[in-house]
């Protein structure tokens, strides 16, 4: 399974940005679903998590409320809508399948294929 993350750019603070990651085969409605994202110096820090029936989502609380994961098993793609952007939202994106229980979205030794990444640049 490749996995391909895109749609990252440069927006404005308050703007929004949906990002989508595309899997080679037709296998995200086997896993769970993940998105991450890391700056410099940093880990890659959980952000949502979709499980393979759609439901099951889950929002790190520094997104809860601005950002929303979604899915669409007959584009094997699955979407992170971004919105109300803050400079701190900089980062590279990644999106991540596995099969972590909910409770463990978070872990990320728990995914199996991660994307190649994809710069979000939030400027003030």
């Known amino acids: 399974v490749q996995l391909q993350a895109s749609g990252g750019g440069l927006v404005q603070a308050g703007g929004s940005l949906r990002l989508s990651c595309t899997a080679s085969?037709?296998?995200?409605?086997?896993?769970?679903i993940s998105w991450f994202r890391q700056t410099p110096g940093q880990e890659r820090a959980f952000l949502a998590g979709?499980?393979?029936?759609?439901?099951?989502?889950k929002y790190a609380d520094s997104v809860k409320g601005r950002f929303t994961i979604s899915k669409d098993d007959s584009k094997s793609a699955v979407y992170l809508q971004m919105t109300s952007l803050k400079p701190e939202d900089s980062a590279v994106y990644y999106c991540?399948?596995?099969?972590?229980?909910?409770?463990?979205?978070?872990?990320?030794?728990?995914?199996?294929?991660w994307g190649q990444g994809t710069q979000v640049t939030v400027s003030s």
């Open positions: 085969e037709g296998t995200l409605s086997s896993y769970v």
């Open positions: 979709i499980r393979r029936t759609g439901s099951g989502t």
């Open positions: 991540a399948v596995g099969r972590p229980v909910y409770s463990a979205y978070d872990h990320m030794g728990l995914y199996y294929y």
